[in-house]
């Protein structure tokens, strides 16, 4: 028995070394893959062939003739991967240079130069094989803080394989990075993510968790929750239409109760059509609309008004104007900063036009002055009237202090 225990732990270091040497195969320095094999045990060849991947892509001779600076017999695709393009502090592939120089003397010191710039001055410390174990040590555990922190080791997939959430991979094995990755952000949103909220047209939010790579290429952002919120459990939910294809998506923190930085395709602004989904979710989930995240002005409206207004109408393409008429029928202009009574409005505009005061430089333009109107009861305000109403907003009140600019805020309470 104890002949075959020996045995078997034999064949295990053997099993351990044959594992480390097919990822050092991969042309992934040795250090490296001793980290990986410490995090990921028989899955690390799989995670050292997709990182691979992940930084050189389907063709390598392309990823080496889109990079001319590759060269020298020394050069792997590790190596040139994790090296700085500018020179401001030591890279990951400095770092492991580093770790492999402490061998001996000699080869540190010229490690040394060739990294810093300079030689090593032994003044204070003399490289010896204790400074040099000390050494070893430091650079590899800066060596390992360094390279798990990188953008690969953030991707879902391994991010739930470093989690043992994920253990069989043997539906992504032959797969591409990229592919597996796909593969899986698909069935953890479609197959084992219930929809939030389904509506009666098919369409459904989503939540597809703080990064995924999948709605990234999607939506064309960078598929993660980011600076959107501080909160520690935030997460992204998604709008997809009944053809599972995103529409919007928005940052979700549950301890700050409140949803922010709803985006629509390429980081633009959530499309008119699809707002009244967004405010729907906020109240589905019972926590605020964060107005002063949103690049909708129209949403930041409809948000603060909530239930008292019956439409909000935006006015012009290029300008962001809104009419809104409320619940009293009762009609206001606004500039998503403060509001305005049609009669205010009226008013203004008709103040700024028969005002015999002075023009001022770069404060009212002359084509504001026009024909003077004889019954502005009856006149209706022009896209250009709201324009000048909200633009020259001093001017206005200094000719009329009667005329109330409400503050948009103002209205939520």
């Not at 030689?119 to 010896?128: A, L, N, R």
């Amino acid at each position: 028995m104890i002949f075959f225990k020996e045995w078997l732990e034999a064949g295990n270091d053997y099993l351990l070394s044959e594992n480390k040497q097919e990822i050092v195969g991969l042309g992934t320095p040795k250090v490296i893959a001793d980290i990986l094999y410490e995090k990921f045990g028989k899955l690390s060849f799989q995670i050292a062939k997709w990182e691979k991947d992940y930084f050189l892509g389907e063709d390598t001779e392309a990823f080496i003739k889109s990079n001319p600076n590759i060269s020298g017999d020394s050069w792997t695709w590790w190596t040139y991967s994790h090296k700085n393009s500018y020179k401001k502090e030591p890279s990951l592939t400095d770092f492991v240079l580093l770790y492999n120089s402490t061998t001996d003397r000699e080869s540190y010191l010229k490690a040394y130069k060739h990294v810093i710039g300079e030689d090593y001055d032994e003044s204070e410390y003399t490289i010896d094989e204790y400074v040099l174990k000390d050494n070893r040590d430091i650079y590899r555990k800066r060596i390992e803080s360094n390279y798990l922190d990188k953008a690969f080791f953030s991707h879902s997939i391994i991010q739930d394989i470093m989690n043992k959430n994920l253990l069989d991979l043997s539906p992504y094995r032959k797969l591409s990075f990229n592919a597996a990755q796909d593969k899986y952000d698909k069935k953890n949103i479609f197959s084992l993510s219930p929809p939030l909220k389904i509506y009666n047209n098919g369409w459904k939010w989503i939540n597809v968790g703080k990064k995924c790579n999948l709605l990234g290429k999607m939506m064309r952002n960078c598929g993660s929750v980011g600076a959107m919120s501080s909160d520690k459990d935030k997460t992204m939910i998604a709008l997809f239409d009944k053809g599972n294809k995103p529409h919007v998506v928005v940052t979700y923190s549950p301890n700050q109760k409140k949803i922010s930085g709803d985006q629509g395709h390429n980081v633009t602004e959530v499309k008119e059509k699809y707002g009244d989904y967004v405010l729907d979710l906020a109240s589905f989930l019972g926590v605020a609309f964060d107005t002063e995240q949103t690049k909708s002005k129209l949403l930041k409206i409809k948000s603060i008004l909530r239930d008292k207004f019956l439409s909000v109408e935006k006015i012009s393409k290029e300008d962001d104007y809104y009419k809104i008429i409320f619940k009293n029928g009762k009609e206001y202009y606004s500039d998503s900063r403060s509001i305005l009574s049609i009669d205010d409005l009226i008013e203004g505009a008709y103040i700024l036009k028969n005002s015999d005061e002075e023009e001022e430089d770069d404060v009212m333009p002359a084509n504001i002055f026009r024909k003077p109107i004889e019954n502005r009861a009856a006149n209706k305000p022009s896209i250009q009237d709201v324009r000048n109403v909200f633009v020259y907003q001093n001017q206005v009140i200094r000719l009329n202090p009667k005329i109330r600019y409400i503050p948009l805020n103002n209205m939520a309470v």
